[in-house]
């Protein structure tokens, strides 16, 4: 359960390994946290889910998309390409922003990107493959990935991503569709200066 005034995806996102960036003391001051999930059957039907929170717990979005896609991969790819593109369009361009999924290659090729567009060659640490039928949902997430001033990918359990069930019953959730729009800018209690870790990374020691 999260704190009074902290966001659940931010709690879940402190409690989560970042393929190939450490968790510095900062990690936890994001302004946006973004989880996403896709589904697929193979009789057609597939969904995409999106919960978007500030880091004092205010919801700025929900989606539950039906989609018609090819495999599982494209179904991720998709939905997060879906979450960032609506996070952009209510956030301003210099949020902070943790992205939260349950796919490792996608976790991992997010957090290579956001390393490559720091690299004075635009090199990522190691390749980035991605799988077949992804290539212009990659294009437009990379996109939205350098229009945040950070960003910062965390890999999660199916059964912990509050947009699974989002992703897989857009049918039984089209309701959260209709919820009010929403540009809501985190609080401000807490200063990007000061750099506490949170309990569960405080007596670790990791670097870039």
Known sequence: MAAHGRSGLRDLFDESPTPHIAHPPETHHRD?????????RSDGGGGLGAVIETRDGRRVARLSVPAV????NVAEYLALHLGLD?????????????????????????????????????EPPHPLRTPPGVANHWRGVRARLSGFEAVRAARIRSEQNPAHPLANAPDQYAHVNRESERCVLPGTTESRTQQYPPPSRADRHASD
Do not use: I, K, M, W
């Not at 896609?69 to 599982?72: I, K, L, R, W």
């Open 32 to 40: 946006y946290y973004v989880a996403t999930d896709g589904s697929f």
């Open 69 to 72: 896609v090819p495999d599982n």
């Open 86 to 122: 609506v996070l952009a369009a209510r956030a301003p361009p210099d949020a902070r922003v943790g992205v939260l999924v349950d796919h490792d290659d996608l976790a991992e090729n997010v957090n290579a990107a956001v390393l490559a567009g720091r690299h004075p060659d635009g």
